[in-house]
Nanobody, 126 residues
Framework: QVQLVESGGGLVQAGGSLRLSCAAS????????MGWFRQAPGKEREFVAA????????TYADSVKGRFTISRDNAKNTVYLQMNSLKPEDTAVYYCTAHKRPFVYSSIYSPSIYYWGQGTQVTVSS
């Protein structure tokens, strides 16, 4: 059973930074791509970032490119999302995701290919 536990959310002023963490358990972490999605009130869930199992290949949504950085520590079974220059429109519940298939980095924008954490709230005030 894959378990994903996010932490690090909170309230921050516009222009500030937060780092989200996601601790994974239940399988060999280093074999799987990881990702982050978010969902703002009244909006659909959207892709934010993903990183392949190799810790090298990454993909970002255009809305966060240059401001957010995804990283992983395979020794700690943890994936991170460093968020800088935060904007009020970044306010959302952020979800950690884990690809269901090992050594696969395809369809990364599709929510159905991932296991999901419970989410952590990020609120950016103007």
């Amino acid at each position: 059973q894959v378990q994903l536990v996010e932490s690090g959310g909170g309230l921050v002023q516009a222009g500030g930074s937060l780092r989200l963490s996601c601790a994974a358990s239940g399988r060999t972490f280093s074999n799987y791509a990881m990702g982050w999605f978010r969902q703002a009130p009244g909006k659909e869930r959207e892709f934010v970032a993903a990183m392949a199992w190799n810790g090298i290949t990454t993909t970002y949504a255009d809305s966060v490119k240059g401001r957010f950085t995804i990283s992983r520590d395979n020794a700690k079974n943890t994936v991170y999302l460093q968020m800088n220059s935060l904007k009020p429109e970044d306010t959302a519940v952020y979800y950690c995701t884990a690809h269901k298939r090992p050594f696969v980095y395809s369809s990364i924008y599709s929510p159905s290919i991932y296991y999901w954490g419970q989410g952590t709230q990020v609120t950016v005030s103007s």
